[in-house]
C-alpha cells in the first residue's frame, strides 16, 4: 500500500467513521464525507502557498478535523509535526518557530479569542478561506520524510522522531499479511491520534475500507459494548481490566457454569471480536490466559516507534507468553549482552529530530539498525521472549546484574496484585512496591507477605525481596507513576515510595 493512494480510495465510499468526544457527542461520517473535506483543505492550504517540505503543525484532541487535516498534509507532500494531544503549555508563536511551521492548524477549543499570529489556523472545516498572510516555508528533510513525531519513550523522556512513508508502508502490507481483513470489520480505538501508531492504523482502515470508531479513554468499556469491534490494538491495562470486569460480573455463579465467563467476556467486549493485540507494556500471563480460555484471541505484541512492530504473534502462530516471531523475517537479531536489534531498509523512523546525542547514538547504531534497549531471548521454535528493559538492570553489591521484570511476573501470580514493582531498595537487598485494593485488609497483607516469600524460595539470595511496601494508589499517567505509553515509571515509583519508606 502507499500512503499518497488514501484519499482517492476513499471517494465513493460509504465505510463508516465514528468519532466521539469527551463529553460523549457522535460525530458520524463517511469516507466519502472525509474525501471532500480533505479536498476542502487542501485548497485552504494551497490558497496560503504550501506545498512540499512545508511543515503544518496539528493540535487538537483526537477528532474528524485532525484526520482531515492530517490527510490534507500527505496530499500536498507537507510535513505535519504532530504535536502531542495536550494543549500545549508553549506559546503557539514559540512552538511556530521552533519547529519552523509554515501553518500551526489548532483546535478551534484550543484557540482563545485573543490568540492571533500570521501562521495559525483553525481547524473548524467550515472555516472560510484564508487570505495569504505569510510567505510559506518549505525547508529540506530527508528523502521519504513523512511526519514529525513525539513519543514518550520507555523512560517518559519526550523524543522527536522522523517518520518514514516507506517505514509505514511496510509495517502496514506486513500487517495485513499476518491479520487479514474480512467485510465486516470494525476497529475501535481510545488512544489519540498524536500516537503514531494509531495514526497507521486508521491509514489501515481508510486504505481498506475498514469501519473506524474513536472514543475518549472514560468511554471506552461503554464503547466497547455499543460499537460492538471486530479488533482492537491496546494496552495491557485495558485486558487485565476486562478481566477483573468479567470475573465481577460473573460473580460466585462462574463456579457452577463454565461457559458463564466466555458469555459475560463476550458481552463487555461487544460480541463481535475476531482479534485483540496487546503491546506497550508487559502484560500479566494471567490476562493472556483468560482470553484465550474464554473465546477470544490475545496475540502479544512488541515494536517501538524508532523501528516499527518488531514480533507479534498472529494467526496460526502463537506461543503464549512471549512476544511472537519477528514481524517481518530475518530483521531481529541480539547482540551479545541480548539486547533487540532491528535491521530493516525501511524502518518507521529516520531518526531523531529533538533528542540527546547519548539517545540517538545508543539506538541508531548505523544505517538501518536500531538497538531497542530491550534485552531477549529466542526460544528453540524462534519465538522472542523479552527479557527487560536495559536500563532497567539491577546490578548487586556482587556485581551481578539480572531484570525484575522476571520477578514481578512471579508476583503478578496472585490475582490480588494489581501492579508489583521490584527495585533496588533503600537499604541493601531488593524492594518490591504492591499495588493493591486490599491494602487496608490485615489477613490479605499478611497472605500477600507470604506470597512473597514463596517467591523469594524460588529466587538466588542476591535476588530475594528483602523490603514490601503495600499501597492502594493506582499506578497511572496522572499521577506520574506510568509513563505516557503506559509502562511503569521506576524512578518516579521508587521516589515516591523508597525514598519516604
Known amino acids: 500500500m502507499r500512503i499518497a493512494d488514501i484519499l482517492a480510495r476513499l471517494q465513493g465510499r460509504s465505510t463508516a467513521l465514528v468519532l466521539v468526544d469527551d463529553k460523549g457527542q457522535e460525530t458520524h461520517k463517511t469516507f466519502d464525507d472525509l474525501h471532500r473535506d480533505t479536498l476542502h483543505v487542501v485548497e485552504r492550504l494551497r490558497a496560503l502557498g504550501l506545498g512540499p517540505g512545508c511543515r503544518v503543525g496539528i493540535a487538537a484532541p483526537s477528532n474528524y478535523g485532525w484526520m482531515a487535516w492530517d490527510l490534507a498534509c500527505v496530499e500536498l507532500g507537507c510535513v505535519s509535526v504532530a504535536l502531542p494531544n495536550e494543549r500545549p503549555s508553549r506559546p503557539w508563536a514559540e512552538l511556530i518557530e521552533a519547529y519552523q511551521l509554515s501553518v500551526m492548524a489548532v483546535d478551534p477549543a484550543w484557540l482563545d479569542g485573543d490568540a492571533r499570529h500570521e501562521r495559525l489556523q483553525s481547524m473548524a472545516l467550515d472555516a472560510p478561506m484564508p ?48 491479520f487479514g481483513v474480512e467485510s465486516q470489520d ?3 480505538t481510545f488512544l489519540p491520534f498524536a500516537n503514531y501508531q494509531q495514526r497507521m492504523i486508521y491509514y489501515f482502515c481508510l486504505y481498506h475500507g475498514v469501519e473506524f470508531v474513536s472514543v475518549p479513554f472514560p468511554l471506552l468499556f461503554a464503547g466497547l459494548k455499543k460499537y460492538q469491534p471486530t479488533f482492537v490494538i491496546a494496552p495491557p491495562i485495558l485486558y487485565e481490566t476486562l478481566q477483573a470486569l468479567t470475573r465481577a460480573s460473573a460473580g460466585a455463579a462462574a463456579a457452577q457454569d463454565p461457559e458463564l465467563l466466555t458469555r459475560k467476556l463476550a458481552e463487555l467486549t461487544g460480541g463481535r471480536m475476531r482479534y485483540m493485540i496487546t503491546g506497550m507494556a508487559p502484560i500479566k500471563r494471567a490476562a493472556l490466559d483468560f482470553f484465550w480460555q474464554h473465546g477470544i484471541s490475545l496475540y502479544e505484541a512488541f515494536g517501538i516507534t524508532e523501528a516499527g512492530m518488531v514480533a507479534w504473534n498472529k494467526p496460526g502462530q502463537v506461543r503464549v507468553g512471549s512476544v511472537g516471531k519477528p514481524a ?14 532491528v535491521r530493516r531498509d525501511a524502518l518507521l523512523s529516520l531518526g531523531y529530530f529533538e533528542s540527546s546525542e547519548e539517545d540517538a547514538r545508543s539506538t541508531f547504531i548505523e544505517p538501518g539498525a536500531v538497538a531497542t534497549g530491550d534485552i531477549a531471548e529466542f526460544d528453540a521454535d524462534g519465538f522472542l521472549h523479552i527479557v527487560g528493559r536495559k536500563k532497567d538492570a539491577i546490578i548487586t553489591s556482587n556485581g551481578e546484574k539480572f531484570h525484575p521484570e522476571p520477578i514481578e511476573s512471579m508476583l503478578h501470580a496472585d490475582p490480588r496484585i494489581g ?27 499478611q497472605a500477600l507477605r507470604a506470597h512473597v516469600h514463596q517467591v523469594n ?28 505509553n503506559m509502562k511503569l515509571a521506576r524512578k518516579a515509583i521508587a521516589a515516591a515510595f523508597l525514598d519516604s519508606a
Open 186 to 188: 470494525r476497529f475501535m
Open 131 to 178: 487570505q495569504k498572510t505569510a510567505e510559506p516555508r518549505p525547508l529540506p528533510h530527508q528523502p521519504g520524510t513523512h511526519s514529525l513525531v513525539f513519543s514518550s519513550g520507555t523512560t517518559g523522556k519526550t523524543k522527536g522522531l522522523i517518520i518514514s512513508a516507506a517505514g509505514t508502508e511496510r509495517l502496514l502490507q506486513l500487517y495485513h499479511d499476518a
Open 328 to 341: 517481518e523475517a530475518g530483521s531481529v537479531s541480539l547482540s551479545d549482552e541480548g539486547e533487540v536489534i
Open 419 to 445: 501492579v508489583a514493582v521490584v527495585l533496588a531498595g533503600a537499604r541493601q537487598g531488593l524492594a518490591a512496591v504492591i499495588s493493591t485494593k486490599l491494602h487496608e485488609d490485615e489477613a490479605a497483607v
Open 457 to 484: 524460595q524460588q529466587l538466588p539470595a542476591q535476588q530475594q525481596i528483602k523490603q514490601v511496601i503495600f499501597t492502594g494508589r493506582d499506578f497511572s499517567i496522572e499521577n506520574g507513576l506510568r509513563t505516557k
